[in-house]
């Protein structure tokens, strides 16, 4: 298939004469007309028809037309991305993530990535609140959970594990063995979370438990929540990244490892785009590599997708 005799066939439907769609193009009206009718050949079928006034497309033109568009916007876009592909990122990336994984996974990448591109500036806004990107100005934003319905575009980039912990010295204060026994102990309540006080275990296919905690303290940010465990409040259920390397030093220990709490995605969404300028890629792609060299926490973390 001749592309270019489809783009010389949409010019006529949209121009409505041979002429006009010759001018339009910077090319001679013979071969216009005869690209197009070699285009009808092609096919089988009349795609115009021409008066002396005026050319109108058949029924098989004016559905044929719009397929040209289509495909016609898919070789533009096709070429728009290589050139894209190869433009160094400039101008100013803003990030909108969670404090918990901006502070622990985002923030190591926007470095490297701000040493790599110089041209380029960052901003990265941190908090626990859920941005409107499209008014809010955000190229991007790390999400981490489990997504709302969205008109967004999104994209999985990795997953978490969610542990309940506690600090080295807390966790010699008191005995558990089943997930129940756990109800009855201080509990730090992060109250970013939707259902702060509720939590889902699991063991193998079979055995799950619900149980709620008591809260003895609540507060509203995970980084602050991880702070208040370290320094003995209680327990409470944090996500691998942030207490990785926690519980490597021995500061905090994680209760019950053999139930499962349930594992999240973390995503990087986009407001709604036929494609990303250099900046928005080439910052996924390093923050992707860096999410899959991240090393296992109790049985691993699964890589990103």
């Known amino acids: 298939m001749n592309l270019n005799r489809l783009a010389y066939f949409a010019a006529v439907v949209d121009a409505g004469s041979f002429t006009r769609a010759a001018e339009r193009l910077g090319i001679t009206k013979a071969v216009v007309s005869q690209q197009v009718a070699r285009l009808e050949r092609d096919v089988g079928t009349t795609l115009l028809i021409r008066t002396t006034r005026r050319v109108h497309p058949t029924e098989a033109g004016r559905t044929f037309h719009a397929r040209c568009l289509q495909v016609l916007q898919q070789a533009e876009d096709a070429f728009d991305e290589l050139a894209q592909a190869a433009t160094e990122p400039t101008g100013t990336l803003r990030i909108a993530a969670p404090n918990d994984y901006g502070?622990?996974?985002?923030v190591p990448v926007v470095t490297a990535f701000s040493a790599r591109y110089p041209a380029c500036r960052v901003e990265l806004t941190l908090g626990d609140e859920t941005i409107d990107l499209a008014s809010g100005g955000m190229d991007l934003a790390i999400r981490v959970g489990w997504l709302a319905d969205s008109s967004l575009?999104?994209?999985r980039i990795g997953t978490f594990r969610q542990?309940?912990?506690?600090?080295?010295?807390?966790a010699g204060r008191f005995t558990a063995a089943e997930p129940q026994d756990l109800a009855r102990?201080?509990?730090v309540a992060n109250m970013a979370l939707r259902?702060?006080?509720?939590?889902q275990f699991s063991r193998g296919d079979d055995e799950h438990r619900a149980v709620r905690m008591q809260a003895t303290i609540a507060i509203d940010a995970t980084p602050a929540v991880l702070a208040a465990v370290r320094a003995g409040a209680g327990l409470s259920v944090l996500p691998d990244f942030l207490v990785r390397d926690e519980l490597a030093a021995g500061r905090l220990v994680q209760i019950l490892p053999e139930w499962q709490l349930p594992s999240g995605g973390i995503y990087t969404v986009y407001p709604?785009?036929?494609f990303r300028p250099?900046?928005?890629?080439?910052?996924?792609?390093?923050?992707?590599?860096?999410e899959q060299t991240m090393?296992?926490?109790g049985e691993g973390r699964e890589g990103a997708r």
Not at 103 to 106: E, I, N, P, R, Y
């Open 272 to 274: 709604a785009a036929r």
């Open 185 to 187: 102990l201080p509990f």
């Open 163 to 170: 542990f309940m912990v506690c600090g080295a010295e807390f």
């Open 103 to 106: 502070t622990s996974a985002v």
């Open 153 to 155: 575009q999104a994209r």
């Open 278 to 290: 250099p900046k928005v890629t080439r910052f996924i792609e390093m923050l992707v590599a860096a």
């Open 195 to 199: 259902e702060p006080l509720l939590w």
């Open 295 to 297: 090393g296992p926490v």
